[in-house]
Every structure is written in C-alpha cells, then in structure tokens.
C-alpha cells in the first residue's frame, strides 16, 4: 500500500483519534462535567464517522454514529454522562479499532450488545437500533431556529482522496430544514477537464435549530482544502435565496452583526501548513543516511588532517559543521513527547483495578520528555510489566491501607525528565513495599544464595531480576509464573539502559530506568586497549585518571584504586579480552557509573571523543554480551561498543575465578 494511499491515512489519522478518545474518556471518569473533554469525544466520533463513510468504512461509520449521538445529548444537557456510559463508550472504542484493523475478528453479537447499552443509556427502546437523531430535523429539542445559508466549494483532489460531496449534504440535511443548489460556474472546456476533479460548488438554505458550531463540524475533517462561508440569513425567504445556481459571492441578506466574520472560512492555500505527514520508514532511512554520512566525514576530517593543504582542511571543517547540523535536525525529528507513551496506561490502569477490585490513583508529571521513537516503541512492554506488579504485588486493598493509616485507593506516578544525555523514567507507588524476608527465603528456595550469604539491601532486592524469580504465593492472570522483571531488565539493558529499584517497607516502591536519548547516533569515548579500539558511552563516563606502572603494581591483587579518599573497584580490559600486547607504560582509569555503583576500566590508551554511528552486531555475535553494537572509524576499521552493565558482570566473574583458583 503506497504512502499516499487515503484509505491507508485514514486509518492512521483514526488510530490517533482513536487514542484521544480514549484518553478523553479516562479524563472524563474524574471530571465527568468538563465540558471541553466532551466536546473532544464529540469531535472525535464525528470525525471517525464522517471520514469512515467517506473512505469505504460503512460498518465504523454506522457504529460511531450511535455513539456520537449520544455525547450530543451529553452534550446538550439532555443526558447525564455516567461512569457506565463511559465504560460502554471505552468498550464501543476497542470495538471500532477492531473494525478497522481486523474486520473479520469483529463479533456482531458484542457490536449489537454496545448498541444496546448505547440506547439504554439514552433512554430509548433497547429492542431495536438507536434511532439516528441525524434522522429527524436537529433543531428538535434545540434552541431557536435560525436559517444559515452556506457556501462551501470542495478541493479540486477531494474525490480522488475519498471525500464524498453526497454525504456532506446528507449531513447538512441532519441538522433540520435544508433546500440545495449546485453551482457549476467553476467547470472548465471538456478538453481542459481532469475526470478525477471536483468542479462544482454548492449553496445550501438551512434552517435549524443547531449552533453555527455545527454546522461547522460538519465540514471537519475537509475544512482545510476547501472554500466554506456560512452566513445567518435575517428577514428573507429562504426558498427564494438559493434558487438557481449563483454567480458571484454571497450578498444582501446575510449582512450585519448577524453575519460575524469568524463565519467565514478562507481557502486553506493561503496559509501554510505548519507540519506534514511522514511515514517512520522515511525517517528510519534518512536516519541511516545521516549516519553514513557522519561516518564520510570523519573519514574526510582524518585525511585533511594527516595532508597539509589548507583548502582541503577547510572544506572538511565545512562539512562536519553542516553533517553535525543535519544530524542533529534529523534526530530532533525522531524525538517524540513520552506523554503518547505514558497516555496508554490510564486504560491499563482502570482496566486492571477493576480487575483486582482495587482503587487506583494514577498520575503523571515530565509528558513533554522527548524520546526517540524507537526507544519508546520498545518502552511499551517493560513499563506495562512494571505496572502490573505494582497493581498486583505493590499497592493493598482497601481495607489494608485504611488500616495502615493510607488513603483507600492506591497511588502510581509515572515521571520523566532529562538528565544530561539520558532521560530518567520512575514508576512510584505507595503500596506495602517489597518484602525483603520474602525475596531472601525465595533465592534461597532456588539456590541463588545460602542461609550465610551476606547481601546488602541493594543487592537483595535485585534479585528479584533474576529469571524465573517470583515472590507470588499464587498464580493469576496478572502475576506469579516468574516472567516479567528479568524480560524488562533485559529489554532496558538492550536499550543501553539501567534500572534500579529502592524500596521502604509500608511506605512503596520506586523503580527508575535510565534510557539514551537515541539509539542511532550517540557520543562516546574511544579507547584502545592491546591492538584493539573500543568506544564507552560518554553518558555512563564520570572521569578518567591514570593508572601508573607503580599504582597498578602496587594495587596488584586488590583490585581497588584510591580516588580523592575513596575506593573504586577496577577491571583490567586486557585481561577481560586477552590482549596479548604489553601494557601501556602509562595505563588509564576510566570511571563509570552504573546503577549505584562506580567502576573503573584500564585501558592503555584514552583517544578522544567520537561521534558514533552504531550499528547491531549480527546474529552470529548475539551471544557476546560484553559489547551492545560496533561502529566505524574514520580510517574505516571497527570498533567495539561497550555493553557496561554486562562488562562489570564479566569482570566480576573473572575476579571471582581468579580468586577461587
């Protein structure tokens, strides 16, 4: 399917309405009387429905259509929204995404249940469908009737992109009395004629009861590549003002304060566009080319380096400052607000309290955190893992917190924020907390430690990462087979990320990832060690120092280096890679951070910085876990990405080797 297919973009336009609706109708269950929250749900039924029936969506377009009705009763005061037309309203979403994506998965008998909850909810005969309030004149029940006259002159692509003119007056005629006239002054000769283009415009005579702000709707979805004037007409026949086609621009009666200016629509050429749609595919790509192209240039910087020609030292200099520039637009594209990513939970949330019969509070603080996409694409799973267990496992029931002294219903914040290079991510809840005497008795039960293995508490909740591990005293839908927080440290671990957990008993949990801002081009610190190069991500970097012949013989065995009073365990690369090369005689130090901890890494060599394009290992290399990608230098020869998470896990095991032997 092309990228400039319509069906194709209605279907990701609705997706993302999809996604509104839903966080609308979560907000609406604290706020059921915020107006504003339903006229977004009204907006996004109408929407769906009107663009449905026009791409080929009849089965959406019919569905919505009941429920748009009933939020314009909600709407109007004629209904009260209730928390069980909410969750109908919720349940009716999920059904229409069904309809769009897997049609064949649709069941009718769950469609006619919602439509009958629909029409219970409004009052009206459930044995039949929801009577079509668009099927009586609107201005019943309504306010005054008014007679608008309505000029509106389609793009000359509309049909070709699946807007049809036929259904747009079927809804003008919705709204109550309705007279229309076709103008065909726009049509051209028959040899200059494009058989796809719409040339006619229309002047429409309606009267109605309704609001101008609807009949405004009506023209929503199309209203940006179309010509619209909407007139209130005072003291003339309305019969008599729309016959015959018209020539010129609407005049006489629809003069006068009661023809307000906002009333007129000006063709959407005349004002740019401020943003366009671009597939991710596209974006992925240029990402690549921009990588390739940072690599050419640091190819370039070190041959105008090692020449001695001026001019060709300029023109390098010239084209890294453009390369950086390109490379840092290109990834400001990529970055998207976290708040697309943290809106899903409130479903998840709702759904499972109701579940568990727990209430939950959930709120959310840093929504305009900015993260590459792909990073969370990939965010989705781990945050939906740790969620469940702070619902299942974290927070008590009702009865428990009052008891404790605790409000009954449970809270979860989720926060983002930057943090130089990273963005730090917490889930926090005030539930029981972890149960350490638990997690302790659990890792004995498995082996993973002894009655007499002394642990800090640090170390002690962190089993809780380790495969298969699970404090549940039962097995449920959400929680207990032992699978899920060692799937999401590993999942944020090939992400180039950390977490860490801390923990008070009574009082909650609080669970932190660190995550890069890319997963495409990051800043890193090249090193040598032996023959070979190597990059550390400057993000996990706190320093370097130097490791002298005399320090390294006289630190031999321990293992721990003395920095401004404290003591820093360090691994020696060579020995993790078994270099067989001498050492530098002058070896560095270079301190990095991990989780709580500080370790420091001998190398022979610190380089410098690098700007680097990562690229996956293949699969031939997917169980090396001491490296996360490799790049490519200016001289074209591979270096090797540090994984330091699984590094300092590496070295660990050495050390415990070399001891034990």
């Known amino acids: 399917m092309s990228a400039g297919d319509p069906v194709q973009i209605f279907i990701e336009e609705a997706a993302e309405l999809l996604t509104q609706l839903e966080d609308a109708l979560l907000r609406l269950e604290g706020a059921p009387h915020d107006r504003d929250l339903v006229d977004t749900v009204f907006r996004a039924l109408h929407t769906i429905k009107g663009?449905?029936?026009?791409?080929?969506?009849?089965?959406?377009?019919?569905?919505?259509?009941?429920?748009?009705?009933?939020?314009?009763?909600?709407?109007?005061?004629?209904?009260?929204?209730?928390?069980?037309?909410?969750?109908?309203?919720l349940a009716s979403k999920d059904l229409i995404r069904t309809m769009m994506e897997r049609p064949s998965e649709v069941d009718p008998r769950?469609?006619?249940?919602?439509?009958?909850?629909?029409?219970?909810?409004?009052g009206e005969d459930r044995s039949g469908a929801v009577p079509s309030v668009a099927g009586a004149p609107?201005?019943?029940?309504?306010?005054?009737?008014?007679?608008?006259?309505?000029?509106?002159?389609?793009?000359?692509?509309?049909?070709?992109?699946?807007?049809n003119p036929l259904l747009l007056l079927d809804e003008l005629r919705a709204l109550g009395t309705c007279s229309v006239a076709v103008r065909t002054d726009g049509i051209p000769p028959l040899a200059e004629m494009d058989p796809t283009g719409c040339y006619l415009a229309w002047d429409v005579t309606l009267t109605t009861g309704k609001p101008e702000s609807a009949i405004q709707e009506v023209f929503m979805f199309v209203i940006d590549d179309m010509e619209l004037r909407i007139e209130e007409q005072t003291g003339a026949d309305p019969a008599r003002s729309s016959t015959g086609p018209a020539t010129g621009p609407a005049t006489g009666a629809a003069t006068g304060a009661a023809a307000p200016a906002a009333a007129t629509t000006e063709p959407a050429g005349a004002v740019a566009a401020n943003s366009i749609r671009v597939s991710a595919e596209r974006l992925d790509s240029l990402m690549d080319q921009v990588g390739e192209l940072v690599i050419a240039q640091a190819r370039l910087k070190q041959l105008a380096d090692a020449g001695n020609d001026p001019s060709v030292r300029a023109i390098a200099e010239e084209i890294e400052r453009l390369s950086n520039g390109l490379r840092d637009t290109t990834m400001g594209i990529r970055m998207v607000p976290i708040g697309s990513l943290f809106g899903r939970f409130r479903r998840l949330v709702r759904d499972l309290s109701q579940d568990l019969g727990k209430g939950v509070r959930l709120t959310m603080s840093g929504e305009e955190t900015e993260l590459d996409k792909t990073v969370i694409e990939r965010l989705n799973d781990p945050l939906v893992h740790i969620i469940r267990n702070s619902l299942d496992h974290g927070l008590e029931r009702e009865e428990a917190r009052v008891a404790a002294g605790?409000?009954?219903?449970?809270?979860?914040?989720?926060?983002?924020?930057?943090?130089?290079?990273?963005v730090l991510i917490t889930i926090r809840d005030d539930g029981r907390g972890l149960d350490r005497a638990r997690i302790r008795a659990k890792a004995e039960e498995r082996g993973l430690i002894t009655e007499a293995t002394q642990l800090t508490d640090h170390e002690l909740i962190h089993l809780i990462f380790h495969p298969g591990f699970s404090t549940a005293a039962e097995i449920t839908n959400l929680s207990g087979r032992?699978?899920?927080?060692?799937?999401?440290?590993?999942?944020?671990?090939?992400?180039?990320?950390?977490?860490?957990?801390?923990?008070?008993?009574?009082?909650?949990?609080?669970?932190?990832?660190?995550?890069?801002?890319?997963?495409?081009?990051?800043?890193?610190?090249?090193?040598?060690?032996?023959?070979g190069r190597y990059v550390?991500?400057?993000?996990?970097?706190?320093?370097?120092?130097?490791?002298?012949a005399e320090s390294d013989l006289r630190h031999s065995g321990r293992n721990?280096?003395?920095?401004?009073?404290?003591?820093?365990?360090?691994?020696?690369?060579?020995?993790?890679?078994?270099?067989?090369?001498?050492?530098?005689?002058?070896?560095?130090?270079?301190?990095?951070?991990?989780?709580?901890?500080?370790?420091?890494l001998v190398v022979d060599q610190v380089i410098g910085d690098h700007q680097t394009v990562i690229k996956s290992l293949s699969k031939l290399h997917?169980?090396?876990?001491?490296?996360?990608?490799?790049?490519?230098?200016?001289?074209?020869?591979?270096?090797?990405?540090?994984?330091?998470?699984?590094?300092?896990?590496?070295?660990q095991v050495l050390e415990h080797g070399r001891r034990a032997s």
């Open 110 to 122: 769950a469609a006619d249940a919602l439509l009958a909850a629909v029409a219970e909810h409004v």
């Open 622 to 651: 997917a169980d090396v876990e001491s490296f996360s990608g490799a790049t490519i230098l200016g001289d074209g020869t591979v270096a090797l990405i540090l994984d330091i998470p699984h590094l300092i896990e590496a070295g």
């Open 536 to 548: 550390i991500p400057l993000s996990a970097v706190d320093e370097c120092v130097e490791l002298s």
């Open 51 to 89: 663009s449905g029936a026009m791409f080929g969506f009849d089965a959406v377009a019919a569905f919505t259509h009941h429920l748009e009705n009933a939020f314009d009763l909600v709407r109007n005061g004629r209904i009260v929204l209730t928390p069980a037309l909410i969750g109908v309203a």
């Open 482 to 531: 032992g699978v899920g927080m060692d799937v999401v440290k590993r999942t944020i671990e090939a992400l180039r990320g950390t977490i860490d957990i801390t923990s008070e008993p009574g009082e909650g949990t609080t669970i932190t990832l660190r995550l890069p801002l890319t997963l495409a081009i990051i800043d890193g610190l090249l090193v040598r060690v032996g023959e």
């Open 560 to 600: 721990f280096l003395g920095i401004r009073g404290d003591l820093v365990p360090f691994i020696r690369l060579r020995e993790v890679f078994a270099s067989r090369q001498p050492a530098a005689p002058y070896q560095k130090v270079v301190v990095v951070s991990t989780e709580e901890r500080r370790v420091g």
């Open 406 to 422: 605790k409000s009954p219903d449970g809270h979860i914040h989720l926060s983002a924020g930057h943090s130089g290079a990273q």
């Open 138 to 163: 609107a201005d019943a029940g309504g306010g005054r009737p008014a007679t608008w006259r309505i000029r509106f002159r389609l793009a000359r692509d509309a049909m070709v992109m699946g807007t």
